[in-house]
């Protein structure tokens, strides 16, 4: 039988480069998340659909029919999957989930689908949280998908935005929890079930990356790092576009405007100020603030310890406060 395996991010972790890999590998049959298909929220299939949704986003409190699912995974999805492959679903917002939510759906999917194995992608908390807040940026700024928290403003500074993530999760911790997730994952299904790989792993040694990725998936080393080498990744926001954004919210009649705006009319205003900049290739950064900062290193301090201790992934070398 097949075995399965769930990537649950965080996101902004190299999660799309191993999305087209789940994708691609010849030893791999990838479930989603799938950018290349017609189904909605990049399910493979609606049988997957039918199978995964309930599992991995249905609210814990809510039952749902786990011999049904049962069903459904060995008798429409398993046969699929053509000889040994690995059966894997990527959803990279998942590894921030609540801890008591997030272990819930883990023993789900373990009833359903039985011995599986857990992978997480890391990414230094600090950056991590930049680069969340550039992607909200933009992602707001043209398509309006974080409204409630926007309320219609096209433009946040960065503490600002921050203290509304962390209102919406009532503390620190509850956004940055993705290391007690690994910690309660490994004591659900044992350390051995549990992988963990590190951006910062991947930029500096991408060969030994996918070796280890691929020795904890159980399929070929060889073809991991072949497919990768083509892995094309998530362009990020340059700093005339994040200018551009900025410029736009400070402005009290430009905002009104972009109010107005379809997202195809805001990416065109957004690129054609971009070729009339001098630096077209920049790209965006943004500074977190020393107080900030150290709410972030204090509440995954004790997660990213534990992490390095039992799990051995050397998180102090890459530049992680344990």
Known sequence: MSEFLLHVGMTKSGTKTLQDLFATHSQVYALGKMKRNNVSGGFRSEEVRALLSPLLFESPEHDIDLPEL????????LPQAAGKQVC???????ANRPPVKFAARIERVRAVVGPCKILFTLRNPVKWAASWYLQTMENNFIRRSAERRFKGRPYLDF????????????????????PDNIRDTAELLGADSVGVFLLEELAVDPE?????????MGVDSAEAIQL???????????????EYIREVG???????????QSPTERSAAMKAHVEASVDRTSLARVDVPESISKQIIEANMSGNRW????LGIELERYGYQV
Request: proline share 0%; charged share 35%.
């Open 88 to 94: 894997v679903a990527s959803w990279e917002g998942l």
């Open 250 to 260: 400070s402005d009290q009649a430009r905002s009104k405007a972009w109010e107005e």
């Open 208 to 216: 030994k990356y996918f070796t280890r990725l691929a020795r904890f």
């Open 70 to 77: 049962q069903r459904q995974y060995r008798e429409l999805i």
């Open 228 to 242: 990768a080498r083509n892995s094309h990744h998530n362009s990020r926001l340059l700093d005339a576009e994040f």
């Open 307 to 310: 992490i390095q201790s039992e």
């Open 159 to 178: 503490d600002v935005w921050f203290d509304e993530r962390i209102n919406e999760r009532k503390t620190v911790e509850r956004v940055f929890c993705c």
